[in-house]
T-cell receptor, first 112, second 113 residues
Framework: DAKTTQPDSMESTEGETVHLPCSHA???????IYWYRQVPLQGPEYVTHGLQQNTTNSMAFLAIASDRKSSTLILPHVSLRDAAVYHC?????????????FGKGAKLTVSP | AQTIHQWPVAEIKAVGSPLSLGCTIK??????LYWYWQATGGTLQQLFY????GQVESVVQLNLSASRPKDDQFILSTEKLLLSHSGFYLC?????WGGGEQYFGPGTRLTVL
């Protein structure tokens, strides 16, 4: 799976809209972009994923650049519960294993 | 609704002692199951995956083994623990064949002394 680059950390305040960037310049045409988040001493939580089109769900909006070399996870009106390490992961929808390769991710801090 | 349960919640074990960690998925038949490990301050690594009962594939060699005795159960074990086995062990499941949407359990914190 191709490599992603995220900032080490980002800071925000409750109520703000947060934009978490992810760069994946060498993404392949069949690789999906997945986002997970993890708080200490808990398992990762699936947030969203996409291939080419922007996607939205109850948790976040995923904006994917037209050339697919970057994406942005947009968290509207963040709360303290959104503080976590956010992982941007690329993976091919292949048949076996569903291997997810987690990196260090981006630590989001949310202040009251 | 699907639930994933891991046991024990935490364990303190001596080097050289055996280990058995368990994971149970309820509310979903024939899930794909996974074991992950995270050293303190480290990144998550997938250790094993299982597509069906009795079939387990190893992804990373850490002197651990895994088994799937039942459709809803995944076991991680070793006969001799090493200091390097300390960390956070997570079980996860996915429904779709090859899907990247995985759901993680609460984890087991293991300390090897």
């Amino acid at each position: 799976d191709a490599k992603t680059t995220q900032p080490d950390s980002m800071e925000s305040t409750e109520g703000e809209t947060v934009h978490l960037p992810c760069s994946h310049a060498t993404i392949s045409g069949n690789e999906y972009i997945y986002w997970y988040r993890q708080v200490p001493l808990q398992g990762p939580e699936y947030v969203t994923h996409g291939l080419q089109q922007n996607t939205t769900n109850s948790m976040a909006f995923l904006a994917i650049a037209s050339d697919r070399k970057s994406s942005t996870l947009i968290l509207p009106h963040v709360s303290l519960r959104d503080a976590a390490v956010y992982h941007c992961i690329l993976r091919v929808q292949q048949g076996t294993g569903s291997k997810l390769s987690f990196g260090k991710g981006a630590k989001l801090t949310v202040s009251p | 609704a699907q639930t994933i349960h891991q046991w024990p919640v935490a364990e303190i074990k001596a080097v050289g002692s055996p280990l058995s960690l368990g994971c149970t998925i309820k509310g979903k038949s024939s899930p794909n199951l996974y074991w992950y490990w995270q050293a303190t301050g480290g990144t998550l690594q997938q250790l094993f995956y299982s597509i069906t009962v009795g079939q387990v594939e190893s992804v990373v060699q850490l002197n651990l083994s895994a088994s799937r005795p039942k459709d809803d159960q995944f076991i991680l074990s070793t006969e001799k623990l090493l200091l390097s086995h300390s960390g956070f062990y997570l079980c996860a499941w996915s429904l779709d064949w090859g899907g990247g949407e995985q759901y993680f359990g609460p984890g087991t914190r293991l300390t090897v002394l």
